[in-house]
């Protein structure tokens, strides 16, 4: 189910530096959430003609909600001027996010950047435990590692300057711990980061033959399944290849069902 | 207080409850803002364009906001006429709301074949007739930007159809004018513009368009002055009413179309925004037709005080 | 840190240090903007539409603003050639700034006229045909919005003026490249566009336009997708240089147009919010050259990756 | 002389009911500003694409510049957020304002809303006094009242609602008054206000012989002469209609001049 609802910002400051957090009152929308969803966030401090913008649900405590954000262009440095007390307007839970099954193999999570949120979400709700890998390019990318850490996960940080955890890419780092846990069996992937970076892990677990589950970023109009804007190419059972929408059918996806053009991994 | 406002309006022989209706491939198929908004309030919905069989439309990305506007190459992509009917018409006909479905083809006489689908279908009550689309080559605006082109279109369909006709007609045109004569006399019982105007935005660090496209479609309010002065040029030219569209997001904007001569609006891009526009923009139109001592919305239509020459 | 890019340009002849020029009616006559910026520091300045004798233009309200963008129908309002010549020019001649000036006339003979008077001017460098006015009925776009009128209007002024000829282009053409073509064809130099677009806003308590005129034409960022859309359209359809404009409001903006195919660009409306604009824009032009390690603006010109037909 | 200046916003706060006083620190504009000239503002709170904004310069104490706004419209509600330590775009000082002569007749001031802010900058400039007819639709749209009292100044305070001073127009009251001096000789008329008061005002001053300066507002797109956007008939010494620009000619115009065409009186 899906609501419009005029949440109150109760709380907004740096999260980390590079980083803000966003805590809205949205009581209708936080029981509902589940972790991988989004909100889709009208910002006041745009003009009345922007469009809406995506966030990926950090955390959902109702009537809590929380969004972290990077302000990077016209819409996330006009939100970062907004005070407690103000109201956005939301639309949400959207999307369809990860399975939270009780059991399974082992999880492992790789997140990039700020697609670490709606991972510690998952960490919450996701009654097993295994490792998470997070990367990003400098110390500044490397977010919520102890959301993780103090709920017993393995936390492997990389970053691209060697400024926090090992030096590197976050697929090097996967890497090497799948070619060390050799023989273990398959394990359950969900990922959430940069589209290079979703295509590269879906190529690996699709050789170890592993469960996959990553979310994808794209534009987005409308945010519930009317526009068309941001469709991705899937394999349908009957491995057709079609579109799905990344607000409804996404932005969570079975890797295996995705179909990457023009894409680099 | 004056009495309840009249807000009822027929459009090509369907009777809305209001003149605010759903722009084509803004709305989806239904069902995306069924759960949202209340769709026994609207005065009707239009279909996304369909195409006699499936159609895949543009990679992404397809959308980009621009200022005060948003451009678009979604491509047409819609799942054809039989799934449409199958998979959407039937949650449709549960509604007590006039359904207008958008229909384009990539040759003539596949315009003339998909108007046909609809002829022993419950639940439709008109065709718009897309030949603006600025986002395909076959099938859009080729076939509404020569006169010639258009008049036999038009009237290839309307030989095919027991539906009432909307030809929805093009902006890049220089005399809307000729363009809404020949939709009249090719036997449209309505028209309805604008559809978005053809454009680019190029990503200046890649040197491409940011659309797989190249080129999209401006939408938004952004193109209202066009969309307006279009609208204020085509009604001033034929009888039969017209459909106004470009940038509406509030009572206001509306009125603007209907004092231009418009008998009914749709409301397209600012459902992105607030999916409550349409039912924001009916209540802000009756405010205004009770503020101004008028019984009906009619009384308004094309009541603009200005005469000069088009 | 590379070696400092290289910004001019040559187009139609003049010599411009950087790709750079006020757009015409957006600057006045020169002394407006004198003292707030640099003029030895522009590509160049077009000044507004002269007459062959001083002409009123339209009554107020001639101005509104509206989504990311401005509607003006100031109709034209000049002092006429010979005020120009005598009040204006010798001011500009004391910068080192090449000087466009954008004439127009209410008949075909008027054109030829107008443009004859700048023969044995010293300090004026070309001439800009407005053939795409949206303001007035005469003189302005139905010069520019049928190809025959328009080779007429063009070859006759080429055949009275020795100087550099720049046809100013109307958006409301179904085929830009057409309009280029036949610019082109009939001895311009090189081509402009765009003009405003012709657009209505409307008062809806009043039910009257805004503006006096009814109609005018929109400009700003709102139309800037549209413009680029027809930059890239007609620049490929010719081998003239064209000066790209619309909604251009920083360096990103000009780098759209020029990628597109412009070979220098104007700045209009985003004069009045900030007069430094153009200058702004010469200093982001040349960090982009930079940071792209471009040794000149000349190497960027058209170099959109991007095939699919027009 | 003009100039663009980063002004920066040291207060902002309620005026009086309904209005708004923004203080500048424009040190070099304030320097220059002169009674009737106005600023032409960039609002950063509106999108970056709208125009400026043209004010009145209510007071001008270098470095400080005073503004007096009312909260109508989109830009002027956006406004009201501006934080002191915000900065705003000022040009200025703009137009030509109202002669400020050592002697002269009698000077007699008309002011309608917000138009009495130029007089009051002309109040504390002009070293004559006289008499100060403020007139507005409510209570609420009397200002600065003390402004003129406080310098000497003959105060006559009207409101069309009656809920301040005399009931009714400020031109009756005006009419009133100038009965009863009848045969004091001319006086000078300043005034400021909608455009059917100026209208109003310059056929009384025609009529009674004297010499009349009125200030026109017109929607604005540069304010510094370039666009001619801000038109206005006048007759210029010839007897020829001509425009004049009130950004450039205006805002202040000696009645005589002036030619209204259209406007309702
Ligand atoms: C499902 C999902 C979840 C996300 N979660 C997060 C999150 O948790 N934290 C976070 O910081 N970011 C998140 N994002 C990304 C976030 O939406 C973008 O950072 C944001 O849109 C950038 O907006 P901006 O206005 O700051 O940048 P802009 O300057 O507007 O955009 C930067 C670039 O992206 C394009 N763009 C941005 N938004 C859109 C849009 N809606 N439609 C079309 N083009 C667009 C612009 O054209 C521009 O090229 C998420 C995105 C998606 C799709
Ligand atoms: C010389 C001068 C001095 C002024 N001094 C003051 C003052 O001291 N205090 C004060 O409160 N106001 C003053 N004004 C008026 C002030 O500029 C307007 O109140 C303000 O422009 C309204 O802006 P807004 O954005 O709030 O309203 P908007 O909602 O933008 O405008 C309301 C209406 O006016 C039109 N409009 C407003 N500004 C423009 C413009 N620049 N160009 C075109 N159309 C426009 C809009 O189209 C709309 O119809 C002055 C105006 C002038 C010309
Ligand atoms: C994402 C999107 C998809 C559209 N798809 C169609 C379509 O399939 N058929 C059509 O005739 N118009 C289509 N349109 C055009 C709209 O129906 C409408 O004419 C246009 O958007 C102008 O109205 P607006 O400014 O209110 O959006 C589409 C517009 C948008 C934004
Ligand atoms: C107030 C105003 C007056 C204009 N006057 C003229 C003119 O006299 N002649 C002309 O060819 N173009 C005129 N133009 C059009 C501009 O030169 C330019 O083509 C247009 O504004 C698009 O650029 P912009 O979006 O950067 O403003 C005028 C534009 C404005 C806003
Ligand atoms: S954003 Fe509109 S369909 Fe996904
Ligand atoms: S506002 Fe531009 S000339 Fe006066």
């Known amino acids: ?51 809406r913008r995506p966030f990926s649900i950090y955390q959902s405590h109702a009537p809590y909600l929380h969004v972290i954000y990077k302000p990077v262009g016209r819409g996330t440095q006009a939100m970062m001027h907004a005070p ?15 399975p939270v099954a009780p059991d399974g193999p082992p999880p492992v999570f790789v997140a990039g950047g700020y697609g670490v949120a709606p991972l510690s979400f998952l960490a919450e709700r996701l ?55 050799k023989d273990a069996g398959p394990a359950e992937l969900f990922a959430c980061g940069p589209e290079g970076l979703m295509r590269a892990l879906g190529e690996r677990t699709a050789t170890l033959g592993w469960q996959a589950w990553v979310s994808l970023d794209r534009p987005m109009g409308c945010g519930i399944g009317a526009c068309l804007a941001c469709v991705q190419h899937v394999r349908d059972d009957g491995g057709k290849v079609a579109w799905a929408r990344c607000c409804t059918e996404g932005p969570v996806f079975d890797a295996k069902d995705l179909v990457w053009d023009g894409v680099a991994p | 207080m004056t009495a309840k406002p009249d807000l009822s309006v027929v459009i090509a022989g369907i009777r809305m409850k209001n003149p605010v209706v759903l722009a084509s491939g803004t709305c989806g198929y239904g069902p995306e803002y069924a759960d949202l908004i209340d769709f026994n309030a609207l005065g009707a919905i239009t279909i996304k364009g369909l195409l006699s069989e ?26 054809g006429v039989d799934a449409f009917i199958a998979d959407y018409l039937p949650m449709l006909r549960r509604y007590d709301l006039p359904v207008i479905v958008n229909i384009w083809g990539r040759t003539m006489q596949e315009y003339g074949e998909v108007a046909a689908r609809f002829n022993d279908v419950e639940g439709v009550h008109a065709l718009e007739l ?23 279109v038009i009237g290839l369909v309307r ?32 028209i309805s513009l604008i559809n978005s105007v053809p454009a680019m935005v190029i990503d200046i660090e890649r040197r491409r368009p940011v659309l797989s496209n190249g080129m999209g479609g401006l939408t938004g309010p952004a193109i209202r002055p066009i ?49 409550g526009t349409a039912l924001r923009v009916v209540a802000e139109i009756e405010d205004y037709l009770r503020r101004h001592g008028l019984a009906s919305v009619r009384e308004l239509v094309g009541t603009l005080q200005f005469k000069q020459g088009s």
């Open chain 1, 1 to 51: 189910m899906r609501l419009i609802e005029e949440a109150t910002i109760v709380e907004h400051a740096e999260f980390t530096a590079g980083y803000r957090r966003l805590v809205f009152q949205a009581p209708r929308i936080a029981a509902l959430a589940a972790p991988g969803q989004f909100v889709h966030m009208r910002i006041p401090e745009l003009s009345p003609e922007a469009l």
């Open chain 1, 84 to 98: 407690p007390g103000e109201t956005y307007n939301l639309i949400g839970p959207l999307g369809r996010g990860f």
């Open chain 1, 127 to 181: 009654p097993r435990r295994g490792v998470a890998f997070i990367g990003g390019r400098t110390a500044q990318d490397i977010l919520c590692v102890e959301d993780f850490a103090s709920r017993g996960w393995d936390v492997r940080v990389t970053t691209e300057d060697g400024s926090r955890g090992e030096r590197g890419r976050v697929t090097e780092s996967f890497d090497r711990w799948v070619a060390a846990r």
């Open chain 2, 54 to 79: 499936p159609w895949m439309g543009n990679p992404p990305p397809r959308l980009v906001e621009t200022p005060a506007g948003l451009l678009n190459a979604i491509g047409l992509q819609n799942p």
């Open chain 2, 130 to 152: 897309n030949i603006s689309c600025p986002n395909i080559k076959a099938g859009g605006m080729e076939f509404g930007t020569d006169p010639k082109v258009a008049a036999e």
């Open chain 2, 159 to 190: 030989k095919r159809t027991r539906l009432p006709l909307i030809p929805k007609l093009s902006p890049t045109v220089h005399s809307i004018a000729l363009f809404a004569r020949v939709a009249e006399e090719s036997g449209a019982d309505a």
């Open chain 2, 227 to 275: 969309a307006v002065r279009l609208v204020w040029q085509a009604s001033r030219a034929v009888k039969i009413p017209v459909i106004g569209m470009g940038g509406i997001s509030c009572g206001r904007d509306a009125l603007e179309f209907i004092i231009a001569g418009a008998s009914a609006v749709a409301v397209g891009t600012a459902n992105f925004l607030d999916p």
